[in-house]
């Protein structure tokens, strides 16, 4: 009774199968971008389908074992498998590439959502897979599904060439001087609104300045790192403190130790990073900002310089002139 019912399962198990063979073959037909949704959700019911005969591929094989026969291989199932992903990566990839596409060119600018970085991580990474798929299917014969492929990779192409135009236009160093040296190159005025997309900026032709856009952002950006490099020395000075503590019981107080290292290894950092952005070409909008931040540093310098020789001298000659032996050999005063 066992063995019978266990025939039946796999009877059922093999029918099973074939007929998902049978739909995922039918792919080879599918073409049709605008039936994305559909072929999805055919291809996720296919895929969960498989999961369960797998599991029921192992409960088989268990009762077999139980009862001492060959566990039964089903070489299908693993072919069924292999048979979708091909069909499984290229939906799923012309379904992220249209998301992509839409966020790459609908969202703002300046939103801070576009990362150009990883936007040309991601067109690469699709753009490979696309072309690996296209060829896969081009050496099966399969003209429909490859021809997706391939409309995949032909928008992925085109797209690259707007990318340097999203690195230019992303950089969060433009600053209104900048914008105002890009619409003297591009002949109209243009300013930042939270609006700006990419594909506006490609309906009003910004692709075709994209070199002159491009060393102007480049600019930009060099700018920005002697800006943000200002901004983060200055960051650095607000958590420091002189540390005073007592010295025996004069009630005087000194600066200690360790106070004086902090301080004097952050001056030496920043003597060195201040005079290496004042010499760069691209300091001449900081040059006043710099030279006020230079002569900050300097005055540290000084103060803690006349600091510690004057509180040399004094510890020197506190013990002298608090003996009591000496102070009573001193003249006093009238």
């Known amino acids: 009774r066992i063995e019978g019912g266990l025939s039946e399962r796999k009877l059922k198990f093999e029918e099973e199968l074939k ?58 199932l693993p072919k069924a498998r292999d048979m979708l992903d091909p069909y499984d990566k290229l939906w799923n990839l012309v379904s992220q590439h249209q998301k992509s596409a839409s966020k790459w060119t609908r969202t703002s600018l300046f939103s801070g959502e576009i990362k150009p970085e990883e936007v040309e991580t991601d067109v690469q990474s699709m753009w490979r897979l696309s072309f690996k798929l296209k060829a896969i299917f081009e050496q099966d014969g399969l003209s429909l599904p490859a021809n997706v492929a391939g409309k995949v990779k032909t928008e992925l192409d085109a797209f690259k060439e707007s990318v340097p135009l999203l690195h230019a236009l992303c950089n969060p160093g433009l600053r209104e001087r900048h914008w105002k040296e890009i619409s003297a ?60 503590k007592d010295w025996g019981d004069t009630g005087t107080y000194i600066v200690a130790g360790t106070s004086i290292d902090e301080v004097q290894t952050l001056l030496d950092d920043h003597v060195i990073k201040t005079q290496t952005m004042k010499g760069s070409p691209y300091a001449v909008q900081f040059q006043e900002v710099l030279t006020k931040w230079e002569g900050f540093l300097g005055n540290v310098q000084d103060i803690i310089d006349v600091w510690l020789k004057v509180q040399g001298v004094w510890l020197y000659l506190e013990p002298i002139f608090s003996s009591d032996d000496i102070m009573q050999q001193m003249p006093t005063e009238e």
Do not use: C, H
């Not at 692709?207 to 930009?220: F, K, L, P, V």
């Open 185 to 244: 190159v591009i002949g109209f005025v243009i300013e930042p609104e939270p609006t700006m997309n990419l594909q506006k900026m490609l309906d009003i032709d910004l692709g075709n300045y994209i070199t002159e856009i491009g060393e102007i952002s480049e600019s930009a950006a060099k700018e920005y790192q002697i800006e943000s490099g200002l901004s983060s020395q200055k960051g650095e000075w607000a958590p420091v403190n002189f540390e005073f």
């Open 19 to 76: 007929s998902l063979i049978s739909r995922v073959s039918k792919f080879k037909e599918k073409g049709s971008v605008r039936m994305l949704e559909d072929y999805l959700d055919q291809i996720n019911d296919i895929k969960k389908k498989l999961e369960g005969l797998q599991v029921e591929l192992e409960d088989i094989n268990e009762k077999e074992q139980m009862l001492g026969e060959e566990a039964t291989e089903f070489e299908d």
